[in-house]
């Protein structure tokens, strides 16, 4: 069973999880970042690393974000766009997938900074509607 990180990361995107990551299964988007569900190893080193709390185990994940092991899978690459079943995505990612520009995110294996205010906004709820589908661009 895979990791992936949740809403809990939208706005955040600390990168403690990178810097512990044997197998360097971390994708980066604009505002946070994923885990590449067929090279996951379950190792588990990531999850106590996230000051978000934003990284879970695929069958542990918390009432109403089911949802985000898809996000993962398509925004990792993982998973064709078309195939997602997109239930309880925001739309802008519905419509960020479907756009003729959409790409799989980059991969990172190195630490960087958080966002600007990322210790304010980690603990804040209902985040997903504000996560961006576009992969970090430096």
């Given at each position: 069973m895979p990791y992936i990180v949740?809403?809990?990361c939208v706005n955040c995107k600390y990168t403690d999880c990178v810097d512990v990551c044997p197998v360097s299964c971390f994708y980066e988007g604009e505002n946070m970042l994923v885990i590449h569900p067929d090279e996951c190893i379950?190792?588990?080193?990531c999850e106590p690393e996230c000051p978000a709390t934003a990284i879970y185990a695929d069958h542990d994940?918390?009432?109403g974000q089911d949802h985000w092991a898809e996000i993962n899978a398509v925004f990792s690459?993982?998973?064709?766009?078309?195939?997602?079943?997109?239930?309880?995505?925001?739309?802008?990612?519905?419509?960020?997938?479907k756009a003729a520009d959409f790409a799989v995110?980059?991969?990172?294996?190195?630490?960087?900074?958080?966002?600007?205010?990322?210790?304010?906004?980690a603990k804040e709820e209902g985040k997903a509607t504000q996560m961006s589908p576009k992969g970090f661009s430096g």
């Amino acid at each position: 069973m895979p990791y992936i990180v949740g809403e809990a990361c939208v706005n955040c995107k600390y990168t403690d999880c990178v810097d512990v990551c044997p197998v360097s299964c971390f994708y980066e988007g604009e505002n946070m970042l994923v885990i590449h569900p067929d090279e996951c190893i379950d190792c588990s080193a990531c999850e106590p690393e996230c000051p978000a709390t934003a990284i879970y185990a695929d069958h542990d994940t918390p009432e109403g974000q089911d949802h985000w092991a898809e996000i993962n899978a398509v925004f990792s690459g993982t998973k064709e766009p078309g195939d997602a079943d997109t239930t309880g995505w925001p739309q802008q990612l519905i419509d960020g997938i479907k756009a003729a520009d959409f790409a799989v995110w980059p991969n990172i294996t190195e630490t960087k900074d958080a966002l600007p205010d990322a210790d304010a906004k980690a603990k804040e709820e209902g985040k997903a509607t504000q996560m961006s589908p576009k992969g970090f661009s430096g």
